[in-house]
């Protein structure tokens, strides 16, 4: 199917292959619409993948652990001892009423009924006490059961339709919605043509909009009925991502990731269940740590951008995806704006402004953004020179300085200076900003002065190879502004990291800084926002980490990964595992990384089993004389041994753990979701 999704017709000629439809990979079996829209999704624990899950019962699960011999000997001799118990105990019981007079009685009818009743009493107690011994309800789960249901199913013969047939026909239909409320003729179309996932899911949101007003539901059934699975499409037209690899369940917006383990450090309810991650999950931010090459990329961040992506085409959320050039978050086809500073055939380019309403508030952002971690205690008057220039030209000419337009006016020049005070005069606004330009004229000269610095910062962003990048005069490439974070868009963001490093960590910061500051201020929160950072490293300052937790009530969630948190100012680090909800470990982590993780993980109390070898004395003369006789020929001292179990308190994971004895392709993951449930650390297997 072509990428825009604008023919869904299947042709057959003999040069060319079936275009596969929706969610169908070439090779692969059509894709069940109606079986994937009502399978079965019971409620679980955040971090579960509910598609195909099945609740663990504790018991069950204990009972699992015995072998096959064991529980059926255990089982048959728990059999025996039972009938002997049941034949001598209704015995018992008869003689017992015969002694007191109750048998034999006048009525044969009373007779017959005391016996029948002791029989049932004493074969409940029987099967009470011996089932329980002998796991006989186990037995019956593990071998009876499916025997039985196989049986069953082979000689049962086919039903007549009937009442309870219709029923389960109709609970199998995927558009019974839209039939009961009328619009049929939109079933009748989406029924005769293959629908996918992503097709559902937004055809679903869209008929669940119209139903809050009944005027739209016409609206809705003449789109269905004219455009049919392809209705209310992305902007871009495109019904699925080319090269799509993980499993996705797009109702409850899950991505699976791999398995959990079935290990006892793990919480019963997520052993050997999948692992997935959704914006339930994501809204509280996650941070990754883990060394180069353990598939933080490859198994974290590409996954998470393309459940994003999907979600995004959905009509679900909107996604932001910042990394190297390089690196592999998915090809290009996957976004809608692609921005590559450097990149000459990039079509897009990045507003340095984040399209702010407030001068200052942009020009604050951009000042944290240009100055590297060591310079950040003079972040303060850099912001404030900045705000002296920005808000002066934004009021002069309507709109924000470019580059070469504000690294001028920082610089001093006198020709910028005076062309904006020629505007201002213009535009009847020198007078509100005359102070501004005065005082950033007497700091000009001095040796401390922050506009040299931010001036000479802006050097490394005017180069060629970002030529028309940053324009602001409508001259160069249409910018990109964070302030659509309200439509589904796909946004993948390539950093310059090999040809210009320094600018690649400024850019970062800013696209970074630019999406938590308008994820919070969004008026429309209904699409979940989604920023996925391959390398956070340079992304991450006091006011991000500080804006990381106002996403949470927004709507909005971050996905960061760092390769060491050494890579972070010291004072940011405690603060930034504060402000995120989820923490994942990969193998390799350095002791120092570790410790922050156990130490937010805490402890749990674990039974603990001492057990302390004592010198035998007990006894008497011939006691003794053995015991001096046993040492005599083996040279071993007789000793009583005492066990004693308590509750301590123990680390969950210890630092050393984390640092080497995570296998490779396994994460340690604790999980918090937005409604406050949280999941305790995770073992996961990432390679499935």
């Given at each position: 199917?072509?990428?825009?999704?604008?023919?869904?017709?299947?042709?057959?000629?003999?040069?060319?292959?079936?275009?596969?439809?929706p969610?169908?990979?070439?090779?692969?079996?059509?894709?069940?619409?109606?079986?994937?829209?009502?399978?079965?999704?019971?409620?679980?624990?955040?971090?579960?993948?509910?598609?195909?899950?099945?609740?663990?019962?504790?018991?069950?699960?204990?009972?699992a652990?015995?072998?096959?011999?064991?529980l059926?000997?255990?089982?048959?001799?728990?059999?025996?001892?039972?009938?002997?118990?049941?034949?001598?105990?209704?015995?018992?019981?008869?003689?017992?009423?015969?002694?007191?007079?109750?048998?034999?009685?006048?009525?044969a009818?009373?007779?017959?009924?005391?016996?029948?009743?002791?029989?049932?009493?004493?074969?409940?107690?029987?099967i009470?006490?011996?089932?329980?011994?002998?796991?006989?309800?186990?037995?019956?789960?593990?071998?009876?059961?499916?025997?039985?249901?196989?049986?069953?199913?082979?000689?049962?013969?086919?039903?007549?339709?009937?009442?309870?047939?219709?029923?389960?026909?109709?609970?199998?239909?995927?558009?019974?919605?839209?039939?009961?409320?009328?619009?049929?003729?939109?079933?009748?179309?989406?029924?005769?043509?293959?629908?996918?996932?992503?097709?559902?899911?937004?055809?679903?949101?869209?008929?669940?909009?119209?139903?809050?007003?009944?005027?739209?539901?016409?609206?809705?059934?003449?789109?269905?009925?004219?455009?049919?699975?392809?209705?209310?499409?992305?902007?871009?037209?495109?019904?699925?991502?080319?090269?799509?690899?993980?499993?996705?369940?797009?109702?409850?917006?899950?991505?699976?990731?791999?398995?959990?383990?079935?290990?006892?450090?793990?919480?019963?309810?997520?052993?050997?269940?999948?692992?997935?991650?959704?914006?339930?999950?994501?809204?509280?931010?996650?941070?990754?740590?883990?060394?180069?090459?353990?598939?933080?990329?490859?198994?974290?961040?590409?996954?998470?951008?393309?459940?994003?992506?999907?979600?995004?085409?959905?009509?679900?959320?909107?996604?932001?995806?910042?990394?190297?050039?390089?690196?592999?978050?998915?090809?290009?086809?996957?976004?809608?704006?692609?921005?590559?500073p450097?990149?000459?055939?990039?079509?897009?380019?990045?507003?340095?402004?984040?399209?702010?309403?407030?001068?200052?508030?942009?020009?604050?952002?951009?000042?944290?953004?240009?100055?590297?971690?060591?310079?950040?205690?003079?972040?303060?008057?850099?912001?404030?020179a900045?705000?002296?220039?920005?808000?002066?030209?934004?009021?002069?000419?309507?709109r924000?300085?470019?580059?070469?337009?504000?690294?001028?006016?920082?610089?001093?020049?006198?020709?910028?200076l005076a062309?904006?005070?020629?505007?201002?005069?213009?535009?009847?606004?020198?007078?509100?900003?005359?102070?501004?330009?005065?005082?950033?004229?007497?700091?000009?000269?001095?040796?401390?002065?922050?506009?040299?610095?931010?001036?000479?910062?802006?050097?490394?962003?005017e180069?060629?190879?970002?030529?028309?990048?940053?324009?602001?005069?409508?001259?160069?490439?249409?910018?990109?502004?964070?302030?659509?974070?309200?439509?589904?868009?796909?946004?993948?963001?390539?950093?310059?990291?090999r040809?210009?490093?320094?600018?690649?960590?400024?850019?970062?910061?800013?696209?970074?800084?630019?999406?938590?500051?308008?994820?919070?201020?969004?008026?429309?929160?209904?699409?979940?926002?989604?920023?996925v950072?391959?390398?956070?490293?340079?992304?991450?300052?006091?006011?991000?980490?500080?804006?990381?937790?106002?996403?949470?009530?927004?709507?909005?969630?971050?996905?960061?990964?760092?390769?060491?948190?050494?890579?972070?100012?010291?004072?940011l680090?405690?603060?930034?595992?504060?402000?995120?909800?989820?923490?994942?470990?990969?193998?390799?982590?350095?002791?120092?990384?570790?410790?922050?993780?156990?130490?937010?993980?805490?402890?749990?109390?674990?039974?603990?089993?001492?057990?302390?070898?004592?010198?035998?004395?007990?006894?008497?003369?011939?006691?003794?004389?053995?015991?001096?006789?046993?040492?005599a020929?083996?040279?071993?001292?007789?000793?009583?041994?005492?066990?004693?179990?308590?509750?301590?308190?123990?680390?969950?994971?210890?630092?050393?753990?984390?640092?080497?004895?995570?296998?490779?392709?396994?994460?340690?993951?604790?999980?918090?979701?937005?409604?406050?449930?949280?999941?305790?650390?995770?073992?996961?297997?990432?390679?499935g």
């Amino acid at each position: 199917m072509a990428q825009d999704g604008s023919h869904h017709h299947v042709e057959h000629t003999t040069t060319r292959p079936p275009t596969p439809v929706p969610h169908q990979r070439p090779g692969t079996p059509a894709f069940d619409l109606a079986a994937w829209a009502t399978a079965p999704r019971p409620e679980a624990g955040p971090g579960v993948y509910r598609l195909g899950y099945r609740r663990i019962d504790p018991e069950r699960a204990e009972a699992a652990q015995v072998p096959t011999w064991p529980l059926l000997l255990r089982a048959a001799l728990n059999v025996v001892v039972g009938w002997l118990a049941f034949v001598y105990g209704v015995e018992f019981a008869t003689d017992g009423t015969t002694l007191i007079g109750v048998l034999p009685s006048r009525s044969a009818f009373v007779a017959t009924s005391v016996v029948l009743t002791l029989n049932v009493l004493v074969l409940g107690v029987v099967i009470k006490v011996f089932g329980r011994m002998g796991r006989w309800l186990e037995v019956w789960r593990r071998y009876a059961a499916p025997l039985l249901s196989r049986t069953v199913t082979q000689e049962e013969p086919a039903e007549e339709a009937g009442p309870a047939a219709m029923e389960a026909a109709r609970r199998l239909d995927p558009w019974d919605g839209l039939r009961r409320g009328g619009a049929v003729e939109a079933a009748v179309r989406l029924d005769a043509e293959p629908v996918g996932d992503v097709d559902y899911v937004r055809i679903q949101r869209a008929w669940e909009s119209a139903q809050a007003d009944p005027v739209f539901v016409p609206a809705f059934a003449e789109q269905v009925a004219t455009r049919g699975a392809a209705a209310f499409a992305h902007p871009s037209e495109a019904r699925e991502l080319p090269g799509r690899a993980r499993r996705h369940d797009l109702l409850l917006g899950q991505v699976c990731l791999g398995v959990a383990q079935d290990v006892p450090k793990n919480p019963l309810s997520h052993r050997a269940a999948d692992f997935a991650l959704d914006p339930a999950v994501l809204g509280t931010s996650l941070l990754a740590v883990g060394p180069a090459g353990t598939g933080k990329t490859a198994r974290l961040a590409r996954p998470v951008a393309e459940a994003l992506c999907l979600q995004a085409l959905a009509g679900t959320a909107c996604a932001v995806v910042v990394g190297a050039a390089d690196a592999d978050l998915g090809p290009d086809a996957w976004y809608d704006v692609v921005i590559a500073p450097g990149d000459p055939a990039s079509v897009y380019g990045l507003d340095l402004y984040g399209a702010a309403q407030d001068p200052d508030e942009a020009a604050a952002r951009l000042a944290d953004a240009l100055l590297p971690d060591e310079l950040t205690a003079r972040a303060e008057n850099a912001r404030t020179a900045l705000q002296q220039v920005v808000g002066p030209f934004h009021a002069a000419f309507g709109r924000y300085p470019g580059v070469r337009e504000l690294r001028a006016l920082l610089g001093g020049e006198p020709d910028a200076l005076a062309a904006l005070v020629k505007a201002l005069g213009v535009a009847g606004r020198l007078a509100a900003y005359e102070r501004d330009l005065e005082y950033r004229e007497r700091q000009r000269d001095r040796a401390d002065d922050p506009g040299a610095l931010l001036a000479d910062r802006l050097g490394l962003l005017e180069r060629p190879a970002f030529e028309g990048v940053f324009a602001t005069d409508g001259t160069g490439r249409p910018p990109f502004a964070m302030r659509v974070l309200d439509h589904p868009l796909r946004v993948r963001v390539k950093l310059p990291e090999r040809s210009h490093p320094e600018a690649a960590r400024m850019l970062s910061r800013l696209v970074v800084g630019q999406f938590v500051q308008a994820a919070g201020a969004r008026e429309d929160r209904s699409l979940f926002a989604g920023l996925v950072v391959d390398d956070a490293s340079a992304a991450l300052d006091a006011n991000t980490v500080r804006g990381l937790q106002r996403m949470r009530g927004a709507n909005a969630g971050a996905v960061l990964l760092l390769r060491t948190l050494v890579e972070l100012p010291e004072a940011l680090r405690a603060p930034l595992f504060g402000a995120v909800g989820c923490r994942m470990a990969f193998p390799g982590i350095a002791p120092w990384d570790g410790r922050l993780f156990s130490e937010a993980w805490g402890t749990h109390l674990v039974q603990e089993t001492a057990v302390t070898h004592t010198p035998d004395t007990s006894g008497g003369v011939m006691r003794r004389a053995g015991r001096i006789g046993r040492k005599a020929l083996s040279g071993t001292t007789a000793q009583t041994e005492s066990v004693t179990t308590r509750d301590v308190e123990r680390l969950r994971w210890s630092p050393s753990d984390l640092a080497h004895a995570l296998p490779a392709g396994h994460a340690v993951v604790s999980l918090t979701a937005v409604s406050g449930e949280q999941v305790p650390p995770l073992l996961v297997d990432l390679r499935g």
